[in-house]
């Protein structure tokens, strides 16, 4: 029953791929060939280059989106994280650029133009062959009429016209295998048309293997810097809180031992262990804030890194347009980030005044880090930089530098948030 | 005096309820989350609240919430925030109604009690309280905005030793000059910092406050 009902469904996906999806990819196919008719000629195709990649995307994300939920074939989208572009022509020109030199808009455009025959055929196939076994069955009911009026075609190998009533039903009988048959090879042909939109839509074997060499060096970056904050951890647990810890015993059980002979001395002992006690709890607290912030996990990266601010030497003005809360994993790497940088200009930038920019756009989080000090900062050199850098590629972050001679210094750091992690898309895969 | 306390863990909470009423505080309710504190706190009105900053449900700062609510019920009852941490953000939270009868004291400044209990009392009685580290970072970081430049070194002494909630005889004491001598530096601080004339308390809790947002 569930075999027949999965048989059927994927029917009925074929005609939606056709019926429904059929005009917009060919408006889709018109458009790409007009930008790239009118880029050949004039040039002025390149304006049209955004909308039509924006158009392209939205009919992938769509085939990639129902494929995952009816055929369960994940296609991964292969596009890279969109900048910020900024207002104006200079804008629109960065935008034209970016889609232009990203291979995937080419290989969406490849898609759009093939899809409309190999994708067609592959989904209409089933739905074609169960309405044209439908026609099938109207030919027998409707005979007469048909046949009164002149009709005078064939149904398959049965010729259909006044004088062969003898063969009145055989085209129901064909309709009926023919429409079976549509059926049963529905979820085969849909299987393979998903298989088909993953051939262009997916990343290519080259991309794949360019993710899979980033992934594994920052994971083991990632894994070296957590081995290297555990023996820290350790060592500051050693040598500060377990040693005050045991002093705080020594202490206590001295005193006991003269609390009778030497009533003041065992006084003096007891303010002693609680000294140690208290300089524990200060080691513990300074290493709990070099862990996780507790503002961070009070409040979330925005009022963390403005407490950064009040507790940091240097003037701040920290500016922030993030609503709600991050991920924590994301949350902490954009909070040490943050806090690395203005290290780095409290250590060489001589500045007085620094500005922290904090936004949210196109699932980019972006934090500027600007100081009116020295400049000449150089990230091959610097490895308060380079850490930043490492720190964020572990999610798949950046960070730019500017810092002429003279200053000011502008740390662009970008984290992707809108993540693509197997997380929030086998969420959406289970609707 | 009436004290309502805030504390999740049971061990700090009991001690605490010894502590306090050994040197002669009634407990008026003793609670262990957010909501129940609100509730306390507006129900019993108590003379002072003892708070603890990380409580459930949602262990992050619970507690600063609950008093920042309650005050909008009760404008100025006084509270006094403990925690394993102090932050100027929460700080300046906590100040910013300009109501004072605020302490934000770290949770091991309970160790020395005779302190700890006078710091509760002078919060009852509408002072502030501010914890020596809060107060450390504060002019660690020096005065970069007007008006807190114009002090001298000493009167940022005095401003911040006011900040701990000292008294003038206190400061004097610690500073090892007369009385009249700092109650000349904090009417000086208090006319650099266009603090308006009003009463002395209430200036030194907006003289706080203008410290911590420099």
Not at chain 1, 240 to 254: D, I, K, P, S, T
Not at chain 2, 24 to 51: K, N, S, W, Y
Not at chain 2, 157 to 179: D, F, P, Q, Y
Request: net charge neutral; hydrophobic share 50%.
């Amino acid at each position: 029953m569930t075999n027949t009902k999965k048989r059927l469904s994927a029917v009925a996906e074929g005609g939606f791929w056709f019926f429904v999806m059929l005009l917009p990819m060919l408006v889709g196919y018109v458009a790409l060939t007009l930008s790239v008719s009118l880029v050949a000629s004039i040039g002025l195709g390149l304006l049209l280059i955004p909308p039509t990649a924006a158009y392209l995307r939205w009919l992938a994300d769509l085939r990639r989106s129902r494929v995952r939920q009816w055929r369960g074939i994940d296609i991964p989208r292969p596009y890279r994280a969109a900048p910020e572009f900024g207002a104006g022509f200079a804008g629109y020109w960065r935008r034209i650029r970016f889609h232009g030199t990203d291979p995937a808009f080419w290989r969406d455009g490849a898609w759009v133009l093939l899809d409309p025959v190999v994708g067609t055929l592959l989904a209409a196939v089933p739905i074609g062959l169960v309405l044209n076994g439908l026609y099938g069955l109207v030919i027998s009911v409707m005979w007469s009429v048909f046949t009164q009026h002149g009709f005078n075609d064939w149904y398959l190998f049965v010729h259909v016209h006044r004088g062969n009533e003898g063969l009145r039903w055989a085209p129901t009988a064909l309709g009926v295998l023919e429409a079976a048959f549509g059926v049963a090879i529905a979820p085969a042909m849909l299987n393979a048309h998903a298989r088909w939109s993953r051939v262009l839509l997916a990343p290519t074997p080259a991309q794949i293997r360019a993710r899979l060499k980033h992934l594994t060096e920052t994971r083991a970056d990632a894994l070296d810097t957590q081995a290297a904050e555990l023996r820290r951890i350790e060592r500051d647990l050693h040598d500060g809180a377990q040693a005050r810890l045991v002093a705080m015993g020594m202490h206590l059980n001295a005193a006991s031992q003269l609390l009778e002979k030497d009533p003041e001395a065992a006084q003096k002992l007891l303010m002693e262990a609680r000294d140690s006690s208290a300089r524990a709890l200060t080691e513990l607290r300074d290493l709990v804030r070099g862990i996780h912030p507790p503002v961070l996990a009070d409040r979330g990266l925005v009022d963390a890194v403005r407490a950064l601010a009040l507790d940091s030497p240097l003037d701040i003005a920290v500016h922030a347009e993030v609503v709600g809360r991050l991920d924590a994993p994301l949350e902490s790497a954009a909070y040490f980030a943050v806090s690395e940088a203005l290290t780095n200009v409290a250590k060489h930038a001589r500045a007085t005044q620094v500005w922290i920019d904090m936004r949210m756009a196109g699932g980019l989080l972006k934090i500027t880090v600007t100081d009116n000090g020295i400049g000449g900062a150089d990230q091959a050199r610097g490895t308060g930089l380079h850490g930043i850098e490492r720190r964020l590629a572990t999610f798949d972050g950046i960070l730019a530098l500017s810092s002429p001679r003279g200053g000011p210094t502008i740390v662009t750091m970008e984290l992707p948030c809108a993540s693509s992690s197997p997380k929030t898309s086998s969420s959406s895969a289970t609707g | 005096m009436r004290v309502v306390l805030a504390e999740d863990l049971f061990l700090l909470r009991d001690g605490m309820i010894r502590l306090l009423e050994a040197y002669g505080f009634q407990i008026a309710a003793a609670v262990g989350d957010g909501p129940a504190l609100v509730e306390a706190l507006v129900t019993e009105r108590p003379d002072v609240a003892v708070v603890d900053v990380r409580m459930p449900p949602t262990f992050t700062d619970e507690g600063l919430k609950a008093v920042l609510e309650a005050r909008q019920v009760v404008p100025g009852l006084p509270v006094l925030v403990l925690s394993q941490y102090v932050e100027q953000l929460y700080a300046r939270e906590l100040l910013a109604d300009g109501a004072g009868a605020i302490g934000y004291l770290l949770k091991d400044r309970v160790f020395d009690s005779d302190s700890f209990v006078d710091a509760v009392r002078r919060v009852a009685a509408g002072g502030t309280v501010m914890d020596p580290e809060v107060i450390a970072k504060l002019l660690a970081r020096g005065a970069r905005k007007e008006p807190l430049g114009e002090l001298t070194d000493r009167e940022r002494e005095v401003l911040a030793l006011m900040a701990e909630g000292r008294s003038n005889a206190a400061i004097a004491e610690r500073l090892v000059v007369t009385e009249r001598a700092i109650a000349k530096h904090t009417s000086n601080i208090f006319m650099k910092l266009g603090l308006p004339e009003s009463g002395d308390d209430n200036r030194r809790v907006l003289a706080v406050l203008a410290f911590l947002k420099a």
